[in-house]
């Protein structure tokens, strides 16, 4: 690796846009190069040979431990490693963030220095964004402040989305530069995202292919509705306490609706045998549809459920979002590309379910970790059958796993990945996004043929390793969405990753800010990313300025709503400095004179910004500390964190966010005592999910087509809903039966696959009528008269059909699943939604199985994939919730 060469091109990338600032005299700046352009791609180039002869290095574990063992290549990799860290050490100075890469064999301190190059590099790209707006005549510094709810229009649109050189007109080359009046496709939404504090449960409400059927809370909303004693009580609570009541299984709210389904999923033989490869079309000779309607997509789910295979991929954004959204789904058969608008159609795409949970039809990904839990949060979609090209690269131990790397090996495509982080919310799509979203699933089903019948070649013949693959990819489909929860020890994660010593008062305001982002990040549905970003966070609570205008001189650029809410920022802060410092940690911060604490490491200012140098002996908790070491990035002395854990553990628990304590509600008239007023929070802060599938006097609700009798969907799913209702009875009447003919659980597993799909084929017959409905209500005159009549059904009757179908399950009634232990509700502490400090460690915590679980699965020597999620701002802000994603390598 030439680091000479890295730094070259990482500096050309960024110094790029000042040159669009000079417009004219691009020439002088890269010279020997035609244009910026040219010296774009040149860089780019070099880039990629840097990261393939990365790649190459002897992998992390046995490999390297290997080869480490010779000398020679323990020197060399210790004079590389300096090289490198003297290279990137040049670039951060260059962009004036201080550092030196010191200290190199520190292998603790790794992670504290990846944490600083993505804080430089989010300070360099926040950089090039701004000169980016400047060029495009957007002085960002003069931003209007908007109402709250409402975003100004600017989007970042960064270097990455830039179209390379050679296709010509500039126009072109800043085509997506232009996209920035993008509308909050969440005001679209018929159901409102639920950012609320609570675990996410599925949305699933109908289940297709179904061996187990559909726990009652997410069918049964007759009987919630003849529960006159939870009149008074919101739905999802009433939920909640009509489940305690009747003794159902909480765990059922929060497992996954297709555990039982993947756990005696079998793998048929032809799964297992040697594939004839088919080759993929040409995409120029391949249909490519577009669907944002609902018929369009009754007719792909039809014509999936025919297949044997289809391709599957998502694309997703994350800045503008609280918990990210769904933008596309690409689906590519042997013949057909389709691409789905999941904005547009985010409601409705859970009818796909059909074609996506049948065990008979393969589900192609590559790299599903991500997209299995965007499924389920988003579209309420599963997968059962899948394979991930991804594992299989892995298990046939390729030179990269990157779907590029597959792309190129199997069918010499070039691909171009300048797309993947575009803001795929820009309607209408440009054709180029849609050409690029296309070549992601189009050549899959043939890769997956390759790859089976490699793996089948690598192992002589024998299924072992195949089978491997298979197992891999169920359980990533057994993957469940997680979403983040705020607890009053979250900040304490995210401040140990900065391993920075903050005294009791800076920690104060850390938590602080931390609370004041989460709240507002949820509220306003944006990232935490969006609404402060980690290192200015981290900023503002080491420096603690006495002024609004020093938390506004602690970024830059200034995000919008800290613009919005420098005051009350500025309370916080205040709040934090009125935090007595304990007498230990003075003296600790004395003895630390040997050591200094560390101030900020890097500068996260640009070149013009010179008040950290100047300014930081006159801040307040700096007094007492020794001047900064000039350039100690990775200084050699690790900051002592005991002392300062064992001080501020004793402190959390007396720290208190009044900050939300909404003013409403302290100067109540009725003044509820505290106890009645956090049962109201707690209460308030319930936000049911299926709060569209009940009956409301709420506007979005009554707005929701699911219940406009006039609309499509109406039609469709209260057909669906016909079976699952059946099902649901029957379900009922059998748990009775039950216990009393015990023998009737023991009847076989292979025996209740073989009657559900049968009761599946069955059910499918009633698919073509959903369908004709679904084409015919377009026809105008037809629709009303039918649409009438169904709506005057109350208690529709179910078909013979129907009723047959939804038989099937229990009269094969699978034994019960082995012993779970659910989580005892009883036990918890629901204080923690009320921003009390639980006190019981037990508390179910979602981030940490989450956290768990991913621990689990990780493969080895994937920790470098990570990284690539966090090269961004945005992505830093997710990761603070321990939403780190392991995106696959493209
Ligand atoms: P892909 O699997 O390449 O289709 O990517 C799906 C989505 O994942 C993209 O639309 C991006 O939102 C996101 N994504 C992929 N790779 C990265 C990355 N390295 N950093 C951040 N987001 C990513
Ligand atoms: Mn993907
Ligand atoms: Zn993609």
Not at 281 to 294: A, M, N, R, V, Y
Not at 682 to 706: C, D, G, T
Request: charge should be neutral; glycine fraction near 4%; charged fraction near 30%.
């Amino acid at each position: 690796m030439d680091s000479s060469k890295r730094k070259d091109s990482s500096n050309t990338v960024f110094a790029d846009p000042n040159s669009e600032n000079n417009d004219e005299e691009k020439e002088d700046l890269c010279p020997g190069f035609k244009d910026a352009d040219a010296f774009v791609k040149y860089g780019l180039g070099a880039v990629l040979s840097a990261t393939k002869a990365s790649a190459s290095l002897p992998q992390t574990g046995d490999e390297y431990d290997f080869y480490r063992s010779f000398p020679g290549f323990q020197e060399f990799c210790e004079r590389q490693g300096d090289k490198l860290l003297q290279g990137m050490s040049q670039i951060m100075q260059h962009h004036g963030c201080r550092s030196h890469m010191r200290d190199r064999n520190k292998l603790t301190g790794l992670e504290e220095r990846f944490d600083l190059v993505v804080d430089s590099n989010d300070v360099i790209l926040e950089r090039v964004g701004i000169l980016l707006d400047e060029a495009d005549g957007v002085n960002r510094s003069q931003q209007p402040v908007l109402p709250a709810g409402f975003q100004a229009p600017k989007i970042v649109v960064s270097s990455w989305n830039r179209k390379g050189s050679g296709s010509g007109s500039r126009s072109e080359t800043f085509r997506l530069l232009h996209a920035k009046n993008i509308v909050r496709p969440q005001l679209k939404f018929r159901e409102k995202v639920d950012n609320s504090n609570t675990p996410f449960v599925p949305k699933i409400f109908i289940k297709p292919n179904a061996v187990k059927p559909l726990p009652s809370y997410f069918t049964n909303k007759q009987i919630r509705k003849e529960r006159p004693e939870d009149l008074d009580v919101p739905a999802a609570l009433a939920d909640f306490i009509h489940q305690q009541r009747t003794q159902e299984h909480v765990e059922d709210m929060f497992s996954h609706p297709y555990q039982y389904e993947l756990d005696h999923f079998t793998l048929t033989e032809s799964l297992l045998s040697k594939p004839q490869p088919l080759m993929y079309k040409p995409l120029d000779e391949t249909k490519c549809s577009f669907i944002e309607t609902l018929e369009d997509l009754v007719a792909l789910n039809e014509k999936l459920c025919k297949l044997s295979e289809f391709a599957v991929d998502l694309e997703h954004h994350s800045y503008r979002s609280f918990l990210g959204l769904t933008c596309l789904m690409q689906i590519s058969t042997r013949d057909e590309d389709f691409i789905i608008d999941t904005i547009e159609l985010r409601g409705e795409l859970y009818i796909l379910n059909e074609a996506f949970t049948d065990p008979a039809i393969v589900k192609i990904f590559h790299g599903a970790d991500s997209d299995m839990e965007w499924l389920q949060r988003d579209l309420g979609l599963y997968v059962v059958n899948l394979f991930d090209t991804h594992q299989a690269s892995r298990a046939l131990n390729l030179a990269r796993h990157s779907l590029d790397h597959l792309l190129k090996h199997y069918c010499t495509v070039e691909s171009d990945k300048r797309y993947q982080l575009a803001d795929w919310r820009i309607r209408p799509l440009p054709e180029e996004m849609v050409q690029y979203a296309r070549s992601d699933t189009h050549f899959l089903p043939y890769i997956y043929d390759c790859v089976r019948e490699q793996l089948l070649d690598f192992n002589h013949g024998q299924p072992g390793l195949l089978q491997c693959v298979w197992n891999k990819s169920k359980d990533i489909s057994l993957k469940k969405y997680v979403k983040p929860i705020f607890t009053e020890e979250s900040y304490l994660e995210l401040q140990r990753k900065q391993k920075r010593s903050f005294n009791t008062q800076q920690l104060t305001a850390f938590r602080l800010l931390f609370a004041w982002r989460d709240k507002l990040a949820r509220q306003e549905d944006e990232s935490t990313g969006f609404v402060l970003p980690t290192h200015m966070m981290n900023k503002i609570s080491e420096e603690m300025p006495k002024e609004p205008q020093g938390i506004i001189a602690c970024c830059n650029p200034v995000p919008p709503l800290v613009r919005q809410q420098v005051n009350e920022l500025h309370l916080l802060v205040q709040q934090a400095r009125e935090m007595p410092l304990l007498k230990a940690e003075i003296a600790a911060q004395k003895k630390k004179g040997l050591t200094p604490i560390k101030k900020a490491d890097v500068t996260l200012f640009g070149p013009h910004d010179t008040s950290r140098v100047s300014e930081s002996d006159l801040h307040n908790c700096s007094t007492d500390e020794m001047p900064i070491k000039q350039g100690m990035l990775f200084a050699e002395d690790e900051p002592k964190m005991d002392v300062d854990e064992e001080n501020t553990s004793g402190l959390v628990a007396k720290a208190k966010i009044t900050q939300f304590e909404e003013p409403e509600t302290q100067n109540d008239p009725e003044s509820l005592p505290v106890g009645q007023m956090k049962a109201r929070r707690i209460i308030e802060s319930f936000e049911n999910p299926f709060r569209m599938y009940l009956p409301s006097n709420n506007v979005h609700i009554s707005k929701n087509a699911k219940f406009d009798p006039s609309s499509k969907i109406f039609e469709i799913s209260k057909r669906w809903k016909l079976q699952s209702i059946e099902q649901q009875q029957k379900e009922l009447d059998a748990k009775k039966k039950a216990k009393e003919e015990k023998k009737e659980l023991s009847k076989k597993v292979a025996d209740e696959r073989k009657k559900a799909k049968q009761s599946y084929q069955e059910s499918l017959q009633n698919v073509p009528t959903v369908r004709e409905q679904a084409a015919e209500s377009v026809k105008p005159g037809t629709k009303r008269e039918r649409v009438a009549s169904d709506v005057g059904e109350s208690t529709p009757k179910p078909s013979k059909k129907l009723l047959k179908s939804a038989e099937k399950p229990e009269k094969t009634e699978p034994p019960p699943p082995e012993p779970f232990k659910p989580f005892d509700y009883r036990k918890s502490d629901l204080k923690v939604f009320a921003g009390n400090k639980p006190t019981d460690n037990t508390q179910f915590d979602p981030n940490r199985q989450s956290n768990d679980f991913r621990k689990k699965k990780k493969p080895k020597g994937q920790k470098s994939n990570s990284g690539g999620g966090k090269s961004m701002s945005y992505m830093a802000g997710k990761s603070d919730r321990g939403f780190k994603h392991n995106w696959p390598k493209r």
